[in-house]
C-alpha cells in the first residue's frame, strides 16, 4: 500500500483549504449586478444597503419590494423620477410652492427636475423653462432688481411692520435711481391664528440681477432650492459689497415660508423672542436664529427684490 509522502500531503491539505475558503468568502462577496449599481448612485443614502433594499426579506431572494419592483419596472435603471419616488433611498431636495407644486431635484446632472401637482409627477428639462437666451437684457443701470440694503431699519425686531419695510426698501431704490418699480423687503409675517404671509410669494417672478448686472436667480423655484447664491451678488443699492451683514432678518425658512411665531411680532416688536436671518456668507435665507430684542444690535439689514 503507498502512503503519500508529505509533500503530497501539504498540496492536498492546500488544495482543501482553498476550496473551503471559497466556499465561505464567494457567498459574502458576490453582489448582484442590480445592488452594485444602486450602490454606485451619487444620490443614494447611505444608510441603505443590502439585500433588503430591493427584497421584502433583509436577506434577499423571494418577493420584491415597493422599490425593488419600480426599479426592475424601470429596466434598473436609476433614473430621477425613481429617485423622487423613495426619498428614503436617495437624498433629494425639494421645494414647494404655495400651491402645493414640488420641485424635486433628483437629477445628479441638474438637467432635469420632477414636478409633482396633484398626486402626479412629470419630468421637466430645466432648459426649458430658463430665461430665453434670445431675451435682451435692460441697460446695466436700469437692471437692477435686488440689493442688501446700505441703512438698517428699526430697533431690534420692531421694523415697523411689513409696509415700513417695505417702504424702506423703495426709499433706498430711489435714492440710487432705481425707484421706478416696485420694491419689497423679504420679510414674512406670521400671527396666532391668522394666515402667515411668504417672503417667497410678494417678490414677484424674477428673474433678479444685483446692482452690478449679475444674475442672482431666474425665478421663485431657483431662488429658493438654492442654499448659497452666487458669489458677489450681496451688493447695496449703491453696487457696495454688503459687508459686515452677517444678520439679514428674514423670518422666512429655506423654501421661502414664514417661520411660524418667529417674526418678532410680525415685525412689530423688540420684545423677548427671536427671528430667522440670513447670511450672505452662508445660508443666504436661514441661516440661524437672532434675538427680536435691541440690547446690542445694529438697525436691521434687510434683503429687497423689486416686482417685475
Known sequence: MHTPGS????????????????GVVQPVFARPEFLVKFQSDPMRRAEVDGCGTCHVKPEGGGARNDFGAAFDAATRDITPLLRANFPKYFAVASAQLPDGTTFYMSDPQSRLVVVERQNQKVLVNVADISTPKTAPLPPAQNRMSFFVTSEGLGTGGHLGGLASADR????????????????????????????????????????????????????????????????????????????????VVTGTLPGGTAAVDKTCNSWTSAAAGETLAGDPA?????????????????PARLYCFALR
Open 168 to 247: 424702506h426698501c423703495q426709499a433706498l431704490a430711489k435714492a440710487a435711481s432705481a425707484g421706478d418699480r416696485t420694491w419689497r423687503a423679504y420679510l414674512s409675517t406670521s400671527f396666532q391664528g391668522k394666515p402667515a404671509v411668504n417672503a417667497g410669494d410678494r417678490i414677484g417672478g424674477g428673474p433678479w440681477y444685483d446692482a452690478a448686472g449679475v444674475l442672482v436667480a431666474r425665478g421663485p423655484v431657483d431662488l429658493h432650492t438654492k442654499e448659497r447664491l452666487p458669489p458677489g451678488v450681496f451688493l447695496t443699492e449703491n453696487g457696495e459689497p454688503a459687508t459686515g451683514t452677517q444678520q
Open 7 to 22: 509533500s503530497t500531503l501539504r498540496q492536498i491539505g492546500a488544495a482543501w483549504m482553498l476550496t473551503f475558503t471559497l
Open 282 to 298: 452662508g445660508v443666504w435665507n436661514s441661516a440661524h436664529a437672532v434675538s427680536c430684542t435691541s440690547s446690542g444690535q445694529a
